[in-house]
T-cell receptor, first 114, second 110 residues
Framework: KAGVTQTPRYLIKTRGQQVTLSCSPI?????VSWYQQTPGQGLQFLFE???????NKGNFPGRFSGRQFSNSRSEMNVSTLELGDSALYLC?????????????FGPGTRLLVL | QKEVEQNSGPLSVPEGAIASLNCTYS??????FFWYRQYSGKSPELIMS????GDKEDGRFTAQLNKASQYVSLLIRDSQPSDSATYLC??????????FGQGTILTVHP
């Protein structure tokens, strides 16, 4: 089975712009979670989507949003970029998003905001 | 108090030694625990999962869980240089949320 894929792998944006990141889960996985990783804060949960519905959300401002399509592919969007949004954005997929399920991570998208 | 706290690193052990990584968590109701490994520049990958009190062994790795003490640990026996990475203690909850500790950097020197 192909693993989780994320596009693009690298992005450079300027403050105030917006960005859209894409994640394709492992075939058959319906839950997609997004995480932000920074040196200072570590890995933090952004949100989770299942069957095109956001079921869970972390403590991030409304500038961070996402969606999921009927084929389980997911996108996240960050509007009005700030310097502090520079980070590695990881998505992970699992079958149903249950607590005992393994989440499989994609390679990440590294975003640099100038 | 952080939800997941890992013992401060970095941790350096000689090749062949046992590496011991520890973690405490604050939510007494937590049921699902994972250890992920992350190599520099790579994404996290699962090493072990543990859900019941006691020990769980998989090859050179042993995870230990003590829910009464809210304590999780990972032992790596016969440590190899290829084990050098950041080890993440992780709590799993429903609706796809993982809560990560800050990570412990392990270096295994020849």
């Amino acid at each position: 089975k192909a693993g989780v894929t994320q596009t693009p792998r690298y992005l450079i944006k300027t403050r105030g712009q917006q960005v859209t990141l894409s994640c394709s889960p492992i075939s058959g996985h319906r839950s997609v979670s997004w995480y932000q990783q920074t040196p200072g804060q570590g890995l933090q949960f952004l949100f989770e989507y299942f069957s095109e519905t956001q079921r869970n959300k972390g403590n991030f401002p409304g500038r961070f949003s996402g969606r999921q399509f009927s084929n389980s592919r997911s996108e996240m969007n960050v509007s009005t970029l700030e310097l502090g949004d520079s980070a590695l954005y990881l998505c992970a997929s699992s079958l149903l998003g249950q607590d005992q399920e393994t989440q499989y991570f994609g390679p990440g998208t590294r975003l640099l905001v100038l | 108090q952080k939800e997941v706290e890992q013992n401060s690193g970095p941790l350096s052990v000689p090749e062949g030694a046992i590496a011991s990584l520890n973690c405490t968590y604050s939510d007494r109701g937590s049921q699902s625990f994972f250890w992920y490994r992350q190599y520099s520049g790579k994404s996290p990958e699962l090493i072990m999962s543990i859900y019941s009190n006691g020990d769980k062994e998989d090859g050179r790795f042993t995870a230990q869980l003590n829910k009464a003490s809210q304590y999780v640990s990972l032992l790596i026996r016969d440590s190899q240089p290829s084990d050098s990475a950041t080890y993440l203690c992780v709590l799993g909850t429903s609706y796809g949320k993982l809560t990560f500790g800050q990570g412990t950097i392990l270096t295994v020197h020849p």
